[in-house]
T-cell receptor, first 113, second 111 residues
Framework: NAGVTQTPKFQVLKTGQSMTLQCAQD?????MYWYRQDPGMGLRLIYY???????DKGEVPNGYNVSRLNKREFSLRLESAAPSQTSVYFC????????????FGDGTRLSIL | RKEVEQDPGPFNVPEGATVAFNCTYS??????FFWYRQDCRKEPKLLMSVYSSGNEDGRFTAQLNRASQYISLLIRDSKLSDSATYLCVVNYGSQGGKLIFGQGTELSVKP
């Protein structure tokens, strides 16, 4: 009964380092999403993948890249981390139709020093 | 204008109170609406979908007014465990499964 699994749960990086956040879902969902959540800003969409093999930019894509590795997995990469990317990152998945809700992983808390 | 706007919080209410949250959205093409609940530093969880006719789930009632582009959530007989942030969520009009999240309204239920 895992749902959406994110790794790691916590990470501290130095400015300029790179890292990849991993996300996997076991609900056979078509669509997957990456959000960041900052105090006072709410959830903001970084990138999404409507289906396996496709990815699209969301509201705040700069500084990030994504890979939809297969139907289950959707990774988020920071090539050169900046302090402005300190945030809580959530991955979500959904069937993909507009009337379907999204299901979230429990988040990755990332600090960039 | 923000795409999804919610009542500013926090709402501090005693146990047993009835509390209502309001939300407005700007995209008239939006078709799907949800309320999510988020506990401190945890992931958002679906509370309920919002249907055109309005819907109820136990102590929770959601209403949709498409003409005014307005959504509401009513919580009756508040419990301590209802303390959380409530997020109003609207789909991104014609762009399929993309959702826009409001900033959330914090609710604190006191004994």
């Amino acid at each position: 009964n895992a749902g959406v699994t994110q790794t790691p749960k916590f990470q501290v990086l130095k400015t300029g380092q790179s890292m990849t956040l991993q996300c996997a879902q076991d609900m056979n969902h078509n669509s997957m999403y990456w959000y960041r959540q900052d105090p006072g800003m709410g959830l903001r969409l970084i990138y999404y993948s409507a289906s396996e093999g496709t990815t699209d930019k969301g509201e705040v894509p700069n500084g990030y890249n994504v890979s939809r590795l297969n139907k289950r997995e959707f990774s988020l990469r920071l090539e050169s981390a900046a302090p402005s990317q300190t945030s809580v990152y959530f991955c979500a998945s959904a069937w993909g139709a507009s009337n379907q809700p999204q299901h979230f992983g429990d988040g990755t808390r990332l600090s960039i020093l | 204008r923000k795409e999804v706007e919610q009542d500013p919080g926090p709402f501090n209410v005693p146990e047993g109170a009835t509390v209502a949250f309001n939300c407005t959205y700007s995209n008239s093409a939006s078709q799907s609406f949800f309320w999510y609940r988020q506990d401190c530093r945890k992931e958002p969880k679906l509370l309920m979908s919002v249907y055109s006719s309005g819907n109820e789930d136990g102590r929770f009632t959601a209403q949709l007014n498409r003409a005014s582009q307005y959504i509401s959530l009513l919580i009756r007989d508040s419990k301590l465990s209802d303390s959380a942030t409530y997020l109003c969520v609207v789909n991104y009009g014609s762009q399929g499964g993309k959702l826009i999240f409001g900033q959330g309204t914090e609710l604190s239920v006191k004994p």
